[in-house]
């Protein structure tokens, strides 16, 4: 009598990290044939050498899996465990889709809302929903970390029925542990982001997460708050898991409840063997990126719809962002912050979501106008080396400042013989709505604590691009998306600045006294402009700086830039006659080039590169010379003077040469001030009226906004246009993108008026 067994189905986990790689071995350990898929070449050779290795306490098991990265892998796919980071689904789909069997599937064992995406690229019929919490980690490569007990749900999409392939799936993922099914994965996902928030925010500090949950309960109840707040309006239905109860963390939870779910989940917490987040553990052991932004998308653009706030979330997330290659900035005051915010009552806008609406309806039936100003505008050549086409594009610039917003109240032009002139147009006041075209009448608002300084707009007309680029790239318009030179940095951010007021006006809404900035160098460092935008800015109340978005976002923090050139003078002599008569200065520059290199430091956000370097004259003659260019990027005021200090104590190695460094910080760190804060709070809080997120960034480029912050005006920057491209044949810039951010910009200098 032979006994036969069926053999059991075989899973391809996509993602071996500390979900698919737990998972995984669970599956193969009970006799499941699974092959692993994982980008990292140095993890999937380590599991084709020594197998999937567990480790649980001081003991590791190890079973063998077939392990291939992405490019080796052969074959279609039939059930795929989905692991990867939340921000990396995208391109994990696009390797996945055209290899997927007609009857195979795709199960999201992700962190975030995943399945949407998932559907419309394998189609919903190929689409598993998964919650998962599972408390593992990496610890090297090959080798995954057991951190305890989890949890698992499966089910359809769009709470469908527990299908037959749910329950075949459920129980062969028991292997792991207590695999469950559900109608409602949802429930289970939403009550995951609010549990999720709080893991993320104790990323923020370097201190066990049981500890700081317990210690900052205002902020985690908050935080949960702002979600569950989301989920109510949606009407999902929480669903608890391990030992997070969701409900007692909804709005308007009873106290006493709330107090002791928070016992209860601290107390499970400080059970497991992992007391860090995979959050803490990518910024602080792996240095990458995050993935809680892709995590709480989904939840921002609910919220902005929903018209709720979202204001501890948002600043858990641009913390993170913050802390992304400066683990050194990990503070438990962070969190301190967010009590403090969830303490503090929101504030309200002054305007109301009707006028935010009718000024983008407004801007929406004008955006064929705004396309003619920027083709017309980017018809006009502007290289910042060119002074008479900049001469001729800011004669054409004033004529079209006229005819959109009538003339000035003045106008200054500041002459520059080597670069650009400085354009600076100032607009008063106007409060239609109070029937006063300066002010608004005293019995209808307090005046005596009004700033009644200027709003300073400022941005430049020059472009990266030399004349004639225009002969072989003019504007090119292909439905949404415009091309030509100079259309993303930064015409068209000065087009919707103009129209932004134009709205306003024409809607009898209110707006702040504007001067309007318009420098002509900046793309070669403001070196002739510089002093004056300092000077304007002194007098102003605030600066929006139409740059362009990153990606969408406002800009909250830029590098500062230094631009040194470091010279080396030893003395020549014949290299093969006598070879040891002269002193390098190619030989003393190598070694001084070795000393830059140390001064870069990646977690505090230095770089530095030495981008050029010349020297000697011929093979047979020892350099008497030599130079090297260096660009350096610092993301502090400390840090600047750091790397200042060590540059100017640069000395020979070889005493018989001279080392000289010139040069200087081009321009000043940009950091995230609390009035630069409190801005972006201000624009975060229009977009939401205007029913869309607004994230913001630090960014390793610099504008004319590092001068303005550095000496104490608060600065909105990256207001300008969206799009990508930036100085290269692909800048590009959209029309829907224009008509939003116009919006945005209009409905940011309405509630500063009526502020």
């Known amino acids: 009598m032979n006994d036969t067994h069926p053999e059991k189905p075989g899973y391809t986990v996509v993602g071996a990290g500390a979900i698919g790689g737990t998972l995984a071995f669970a599956l193969a350990r009970a006799g499941h044939p699974v092959t692993v898929v994982d980008a990292d070449h140095t993890h999937v050779d380590a599991i084709r050498t020594h197998g999937l290795v567990v480790a649980r306490g001081g003991t590791r098991e190890s079973v063998p899996v077939t392990a291939t990265t992405p490019d080796e892998f052969a074959g279609p796919l039939g059930r795929v465990l989905l692991a990867v980071k939340a921000q990396a689904t995208g391109i994990a789909l696009d390797w996945i889709a055209p290899r997927l069997a007609p009857d195979g599937y795709v199960v999201s064992l992700q ?48 709470g469908a029925p527990v299908s037959p392939r749910v329950r075949d799936l459920v129980a062969d993922l028991r292997s792991w542990g207590p695999a469950a099914a559900s109608d409602n994965v949802e429930g289970y996902l939403w009550a995951k982001a609010g549990f999720g928030a709080m893991l993320a925010a104790t990323a923020l500090a370097d201190a066990p997460m049981a500890d700081l949950i317990d210690r900052h309960r205002p902020a985690m109840a908050a935080l949960t708050g702002e979600i569950f707040a989301v989920s109510d309006r949606l009407g999902i239905t929480l669903e608890a898991f391990d030992a997070f109860e969701p409900h007692a963390f909804r709005p308007g939870a009873d106290p006493a409840a709330r107090s002791a779910a928070f016992d209860r989940l601290t107390a499970w917490l400080r059970t497991q063997r992992k007391d860090r987040s995979g959050i803490w553990r990518d910024l602080a052991v792996r240095h990458r990126p995050v993935e809680a932004p892709t995590h709480y998308t989904d939840v921002f653009d609910h919220a902005a719809r929903e018209g709720l706030p979202t204001t501890l979330l948002r600043t858990v997330v641009d913390g993170l962002r913050q802390l992304e290659g400066a683990a050194h900035e990990m503070s438990e005051s962070r969190l301190d912050e967010l009590d403090r ?128 680029t225009l002969d072989t790239w003019p504007f090119q318009r292909d439905g949404d998306r415009i091309s030509g030179p100079g259309v993303f940095d930064m015409k068209a951010g000065l087009v919707q600045a103009v129209w932004a007021l134009r709205a306003l006006d024409a809607l009898g809404l209110p707006r702040p006294a504007c001067t309007v900035m318009l420098n002509g160098d900046e793309e070669t460092g403001s070196l002739a402009s510089r002093d004056a ?37 030893g003395s020549e002599a014949h290299a093969g006659l006598d070879p040891t008569a002269g002193a390098s200065a190619v030989d003393e520059l190598a070694h001084q080039i070795l000393r830059l290199a140390d001064l870069r430091s990646p977690d ?48 020979p190695v070889d005493p018989r040469t001279r080392v000289e460094v010139t040069g200087g ?59 990508s491209g930036a100085h290269a044949r692909s800048e590009n810039t959209s029309v829907s993108g224009m008509v939003t951010r116009a919006a945005l910009a209009a409905t940011v200098l309405a509630a500063l008026a009526l502020e």
Request: proline letters at 4%; hydrophobic letters at 40%; aromatic letters at 4%.
């Open 111 to 158: 962190n975030g809302f995943n399945e949407p995406l998932i559907a419309r690229r394998v189609g919903a019929a190929r689409t598993v929903a998964a919650f998962v919490n599972i408390f593992a980690d990496v610890i090297e490569p090959g080798v995954i970390q057991d951190g305890g007990a989890g949890a698992l749900v499966i089910g359809e999409p769009d």
């Open 341 to 468: 915010l969830a303490q503090t009552p929101a504030p309200s806008l002054p305007l109301d979501p009707a006028q935010a609406e009718a000024v983008r309806r407004w801007l929406d039936a004008h955006r064929e106008d705004m396309v003619a100003d920027l083709a017309a505008y980017t018809s006009q050549g502007s290289a910042s080396d060119d002074l008479d086409a900049l001469d001729t594009c800011l004669g054409w610039l004033r004529g079209w400042l006229d005819r959109r917003l009538g003339e000035p109240d003045a106008e200054e032009t500041l002459a520059r013989e080597e670069a650009g002139d400085i354009l600076v147009r100032r607009y008063s006041a106007r409060d239609t709505t109070a029937g006063d075209t300066t002010a608004r009448d005293t019995t209808t608002r307090d005046t005596t604590t009004r700033d009644n300084r200027p709003v300073l707009l400022l941005g430049h007309y020059d472009t990266v691009w030399p004349t004639g």
């Open 533 to 569: 935008i300092v000077e304007e800015a002194r007098d102003s109340r605030l600066a929006m700086v139409f740059e362009a978005a990153a990606d969408g976002a406002i800009k909250t923090a830029r590098k500062g830039v230094g631009l040194f050139t470091v010279t080396v003078t």
């Open 604 to 651: 505090a956000g230095t770089s530095l590169n030495v981008g050029v370097v010349a020297g000697g004259t011929r093979s047979n003659v020892t350099a008497g010379h030599a130079v090297a260019r260096i660009d350096v990027r610092v993301a502090t005021a400390a840090e600047q003077r750091r790397v200042g200090t060590a540059l100017a104590d640069l000395r």
């Open 665 to 723: 910080w081009n321009r000043p760190v940009f950091e995230r001030t609390e009035s630069v804060a409190a801005l972006a709070d201000l624009a975060r809080r229009c977009a939401a009226l205007l029913g869309h997120d607004l994230p913001e960034a630090s960014v390793g480029g610099a504008s004319d906004g590092n001068f303005v912050v550095a000496q104490g005006t608060p600065v909105l920057d990256g207001i300008g246009a969206v799009g």
